[in-house]
């Protein structure tokens, strides 16, 4: 079966950090893009960031290009989503998905979704 599970949401004040984790089982990670997306209350779902199989290539939104890091730890079956400097309006729901889609951020080429973890940022 496979499967993802996100961990490290939290409520965190403006300007502060947070690592998300998405971790993998009944399927090895590498093999797949993994794609990072969110989804705010009242707000469609949207593309954050992804990391491609094999090499690596990653892909953000403009929304977090600078603040938001992606990374790949095959030992551990998991990707991570390294937030930094996070603002308000980052507050949501965060899922990890996997797709066979290079580093398309498009939700609709995704599946395996995870059950999603809350980040909320406020002080």
């Known amino acids: 079966q496979l499967q993802l599970v996100e961990s490290g949401g939290g409520l965190v004040q403006p300007g502060g950090s947070l690592r998300l984790s998405c971790a993998a089982s009944?399927?090895?990670?590498?093999?797949?893009?993994i794609g990072w997306f969110r989804q705010a209350p009242g707000k469609e779902r949207e593309g954050v960031s992804c990391?491609?199989?094999?090499?690596?290539?990653?892909n953000y939104a403009d929304s977090v290009k600078g603040r938001f890091t992606i990374s790949r730890d095959n030992a551990k079956n998991t990707v991570y989503l390294q937030m930094n400097s996070l603002k308000p309006e980052d507050t949501a729901v965060y899922y990890c998905?996997?797709?066979?889609?290079?580093?398309?951020?498009?939700?609709?080429?995704?599946?395996?979704w995870g059950q999603g973890t809350q980040v909320t940022v406020s002080s």
């Open positions: 998905a996997a797709g066979r889609v290079a580093t398309m951020l498009d939700d609709a080429l995704y599946g395996n």
């Open positions: 009944g399927f090895t990670l590498d093999y797949w893009t």
């Open positions: 990391i491609s199989s094999g090499s690596g290539s990653t």
